[in-house]
């Protein structure tokens, strides 16, 4: 486990997946972070790389081969090389094996860049095309907040703010495949009012959310989160069935349609990466 630390926050991040498993206010004395249980959902954070939720039939076809990858592809359950830079700082490294090759066909690394600075941790995504033709993928993130994260409040005082919409249209999943039927739900005040039947038929899917921030908040005290995301044209939100967690979601890919043709190529959100170049993204988590 590498453990980053300042004045306000105390982080934890585990090699396997390079996954954030805690995000402690030393102010606030709150962990911010979903604990992992099991019995809901094991994951606290995990890294979505080279896809972002499920292919059709699991598999995809490459220049007329087929792979198969599981849902949300294969980086969350592989051990990263960890580089401590200092108390506030730390890069995870995954790079190409004979092993990931035979899933997706690609030479690359993916770097993982954990920085606190005050109460802000920041998450900076990298990925180099490290081969001589032109990759294809999408990565996304999948971090789960308690809900409740204090122990005077439910989860019903909860809500998240937008910062830029005030009505979400948001795509169905149809067994983890997006569906295409859409639903709106009208904001209040920007506001979106947690309840645990929300998620009883899987996430909500955006496409075409404005904000670039969320907060989680509750009405019972002043305490919470702003997540702050820019350039990820998808978003998810999800809880397992009636956890005490929610996940925030930014993606840079989206799962198959019902009716996908499986052409990874063809493949809604597809980053697609010139040999030798780099591509990065990032998010914030801000904790008061």
């Known amino acids: 486990m590498t453990t980053l630390e300042n004045d306000f926050l105390k982080v934890e991040i585990a090699a396997k997946g390079a996954e954030l498993q805690a995000l402690f206010s030393k102010e606030t004395e709150i962990e911010y972070l979903w604990s992992g249980d099991a019995n809901f959902w094991a994951k606290h954070s995990p890294v979505l790389f080279p896809i972002v939720g499920a292919l059709n039939n699991d598999s995809y076809v490459y220049q007329d081969k087929t792979y198969h990858l599981p ?12 580089e401590k830079i200092s108390n506030t700082e730390a ?6 094996t004979e092993e990931t090759l035979k899933a997706f066909p690609f030479p690359f690394e993916l770097k993982l860049t954990y920085q606190i600075i005050d109460r802000k941790l920041n998450l900076n995504y990298s990925v180099t095309n490290k081969g001589s033709k032109k990759m294809l993928f999408s990565l996304g993130a999948h971090p789960a907040f308690a809900v409740p994260n204090t122990p005077d409040t439910k ?10 919409d005030e009505r979400l249209t948001y795509w169905k999943l149809k067994d983890g495949l997006v569906a295409d039927e859409t639903e709106t739900i009208e904001l209040n005040g920007h506001k979106l009012n947690l309840k645990h039947d929300l998620f009883y038929n899987d996430a909500l899917v955006f496409k075409t959310l404005q904000s670039n921030c969320i907060s989680l908040l509750n009405t019972k005290n002043d305490y919470g989160i702003h997540f702050h995301f820019d350039d990820f044209p998808f978003f998810g939100i999800w809880a397992a069935k009636d956890a005490p967690f929610v996940c925030l979601e930014p993606w840079c890919g989206v799962a198959d349609g019902v ?6 190529a063809h493949k809604e959100g597809i980053v697609k990466l010139d040999a030798g170049k780099s591509w990065a993204r990032c998010w914030e988590v801000e904790c008061f």
């Open 259 to 264: 009716n996908h043709n499986q052409k990874l």
């Open 155 to 164: 989860y019903e005082d909860y809500y998240l703010a937008f910062n830029d």
């Open 71 to 82: 849902r949300h592809g294969f980086a969350r359950d592989h051990e990263f090389v960890v």
């Open 91 to 96: 890069i995870f490294t995954l790079s190409d």
